[in-house]
C-alpha cells in the first residue's frame, strides 16, 4: 500500500510541475562580441547584397577579413573584376560589446542608408535580407 500512495504522491508532483514550465523558450541574445558580429554581418551580405544578383551590388564582391590580428574583423565591398583594388566599402567591428563602423565610397553614395540599415539589422541578429 506504501508503494501505491509514493506512486501517486510522485503523479501528483509531476503534474504540478508541469505548470511551472514556461510556455516559450527564452529569447537568446546575439553575441556582441566584434568577430561573432561580423560572422553574422558577413553571412548576410553575402547572401543578401552579393549572392541575390541585387543590382546595387552587382559591381561588387565581398572579400571577407574575419581573421584580423589588429581585433578589427571586417567585410570589404572591393570590384567585382579588380579584388586587389582599393575597397569600396569596409564594414569593421571591434571589442566586446562590438563599436560597428562602415566607411568608404559607398557610405557618401546612394545606398549608404540602406548599408546602414542592412548592418545594424544584422548586427543585432536579424538575418533577413
Not at 510541475?17 to 529569447?27: D, M, N, V
Not at 558580429?37 to 561588387?60: L, T
Not at 569593421?92 to 568608404?104: H, K, S, V, Y
Amino acid at each position: 500500500m506504501t508503494y501505491k500512495i509514493a506512486l501517486a504522491c510522485l503523479a501528483v508532483t509531476l503534474v504540478s510541475l508541469q505548470g511551472c514550465k514556461s510556455e516559450r523558450p527564452a529569447a537568446v541574445a546575439p553575441d556582441r562580441a566584434a568577430l561573432p558580429m561580423m560572422e553574422r554581418i558577413a553571412v548576410a551580405a553575402n547572401s543578401c547584397w552579393f549572392k541575390s544578383g541585387d543590382a546595387a551590388f552587382a559591381a561588387y564582391r565581398l572579400a571577407p577579413e574575419l581573421n584580423s590580428f589588429s581585433g578589427r574583423p571586417r567585410i570589404l565591398a572591393v570590384p567585382r573584376h579588380s579584388p586587389e583594388s582599393r575597397p569600396l566599402l569596409v564594414v569593421q567591428a571591434e571589442g566586446n560589446p562590438a563599436r560597428l563602423d562602415a566607411f568608404g565610397p559607398m557610405m557618401n553614395g546612394s545606398q549608404a542608408a540602406r548599408i546602414r540599415k542592412d548592418v545594424t539589422r544584422w548586427a543585432a541578429g536579424d538575418k533577413g535580407c
